[in-house]
């Protein structure tokens, strides 16, 4: 069968299982949803290892965590919030919202989440009655194979129509299947390199795609310097870095930056900052300005070794200190793996300048993490920064998507709104996922304002 012949059969059974999921109630829908999520959590162990043998990146720990802890926040996010038919009454405006769902989903997902990004895309899919077609990176294409057909075994143990999930086979993975795929789809889901990311958006269809990260990490004065390091460090080496939601620069207050470094060595740190090793770090990691794909997902002390210089048994994150913000040091880009820039600053709007220098350079939309208890600081960089969600006193990695200790949706999706060329700010979600109508009544008590009464000061 030809390619485009393929997807076409594909597109057609996903309908047809679709059009019997939609007369599911709301118990139902979350019933199937449930079982999906659990499956994906209960086989965390052997898909998060399968994950790492075949791309070759990331730790096996980490994935286990990821495949599990996102399972489960996804599902209690999404469990007892009304999808389907009625879902929400406005009395105080005459509005009924009526919910439905958009149909085909289909969802590009990335190397780096081969595992969790099919599954939570086909929560929040079938959260709102649509079927789902996954095409996996071709780098994990096999375990994201895996990942569908087991989430399509608990589809027909819970009696739903298996084909509600999909996954494109390995030897039919190519680009033209994943753009016949986003033209033939109702919505797109694109969460991977910026090339697919536009794909996604010329598709013709409506598209949920995401942009570059480049996580800023600022330190204020008043932080809590023992709480936030082990925080960085750890949103900074999780799944050896390969997240977007990973920290990759650390912006410390000048007069400290001494104390926060010796705390960084206490926890696994290891500060660079004579120029001969900073430049043997930044000439692999960064040749000719522009990322070594072959770091992507290693060690600390494997990228030192890597590099040339020596560190000590353990380190778990190498800081650099970078030669300035923005084009100034390639250091500044997104770094798929555990090293972080180190930027002194004098005064906040110094650190927030800087971070705003980075994210013009690269991830601009995406997300930055404050360790402050300063109120009029932690505003003021909201206010100035360029980015989506700026979560304080956090982990990055695991807290911008989304976590228990904040309101944030769980999500592997991170829109970065017009600044990453995205079409929502906002971490995507089942209810991005379905149309809402409104059944608008006529209220003719209400007064109807004069021009004077609108339009006097």
Partial sequence: MDVQNYIADMIKKARVAQKEFETYSQE???????????????????????????TKMGS??????????????????????????IIRYLDDQGLVEVAHPKGVIGAIT??????????????IALKGANAIIVAPHPAGKHVGLKTCDIMRAALKEVGAPVDLIQCIEPDM?????????????????????PGMVKAAYSAGKPAYGVGAGNMQCIVDEDADIVDAVPKIIRGRCYDNGVLCTCEQNVICPEGKLDA?????????????EDPE??????????????????????????IADQAGFEVPEGTKVLLAKAKGPGTDDPFSREKLFPVLAVYPYKTWKEAVDIAIANLEYEGKGHSCTLHSFTKENIEYAGIKLPVSRVLINGIGS????????????PTATLGCGSWGNNSISENLDYIHLINVSRIAYTDPTRKIPTPEEVWGE
């Fill in 60 to 85: 096996y720990e980490d994935k286990i965590m990821k495949n599990k802890g996102k399972a489960t926040a996804v599902w209690n996010h999404l469990k007892n919030k009304k999808s389907i038919g």
């Fill in 28 to 54: 139902d829908v979350d019933r199937v949803v449930r079982a999906i999520g659990k499956a994906i959590y209960d086989e965390g162990d052997p898909l998060a290892k399968m994950a790492v043998e075949e």
């Fill in 277 to 302: 090793t900073v430049n043997k770090l930044r000439n692999f990691v960064f040749p000719d300005g522009e990322m070594n794909k072959k770091v992507v997902g290693l060690t600390a002390c494997d």
């Fill in 398 to 409: 695991s807290g911008v998507g989304g976590a228990y200790t904040n309101g944030l949706a």
């Fill in 110 to 123: 990335p190397v780096t989440n081969p595992v969790m990004t099919p599954m939570h895309n086909a929560m």
């Fill in 173 to 193: 993975i190519s680009v033209e299947s994943s753009a016949l795929l986003m033209g033939m789809a109702d919505v797109c889901v694109a969460t991977g390199g």
């Fill in 260 to 272: 926060i470094m010796e705390e960084f060595g206490r926890q696994g740190g290891f500060y660079i």
